[in-house]
Each structure stands twice: as structure tokens, then as C-alpha cells.
């Protein structure tokens, strides 16, 4: 009889290892949510990013304001007849 408590006390031992610090343990549980959360939150601002990739790349192959806005921005064009003014912060 004392074998059988001995045996089932390294069982029990055993498996409350293995619950609370082994490899598959609630301790990885909690971490692995925990990159999930994570990893979500990096998904929806990708996901906003494309999206406003998307529509972008739309403007630009189907109107000509983006175009035109990227012209004055990026390039400093103007159209004909306008006057570019400069101003410089102190």
C-alpha cells in the first residue's frame, strides 16, 4: 500500500510539473496569448495600411488629382498661370 501512495504522489507530482512549468504549461499559455494580442494589433494596423495603400493606388491609376498633388508636393510643379511663394520660418 505504501508503494501505491508513493507511486501516485510522483504521478501527481509529475504531471503538476508539467502543468505549471513544463513545455505545454499555463505559464506558455499565457505568454502565447499574450503574443497573440500582439501579433492582432500589428494585423489591424497593416490591415488600415493597405487599405489606404489601396485607395491611393486607385486615385493614381484612375484620377488625375493625386497625380497632380504628388506633382505640387513632391516636385514643386505649378500650372500656368500660378505663382509659387515660398515662406521661410524664423
Given at each position: 500500500m505504501?508503494i501505491?501512495?508513493?507511486?501516485l ?15 505545454n504549461?499555463i ?6 496569448e499574450v503574443?497573440?494580442?500582439?501579433q492582432?494589433?500589428?494585423?489591424k494596423e ?13 486615385d ?5 488629382e ?7 508636393s513632391?516636385l514643386g510643379?505649378v500650372?500656368?498661370?500660378e505663382?509659387?511663394?515660398l515662406?521661410?520660418e524664423k
Amino acid at each position: 500500500m505504501k508503494i501505491l501512495y508513493v507511486l501516485l504522489g510522483s504521478i501527481f507530482c509529475a504531471l503538476q510539473y508539467q502543468l505549471w512549468i513544463g513545455e505545454n504549461s499555463i505559464r506558455a499559455l499565457n505568454m502565447l496569448e499574450v503574443e497573440l494580442d500582439v501579433q492582432g494589433a500589428v494585423n489591424k494596423e497593416m490591415a488600415e495600411r493597405n487599405r489606404l495603400l489601396e485607395i491611393e493606388v486607385l486615385d493614381l491609376k484612375n484620377g488625375l488629382e493625386a497625380v497632380e498633388e504628388r506633382a505640387r508636393s513632391e516636385l514643386g510643379m505649378v500650372e500656368d498661370g500660378e505663382t509659387f511663394y515660398l515662406l521661410i520660418e524664423k
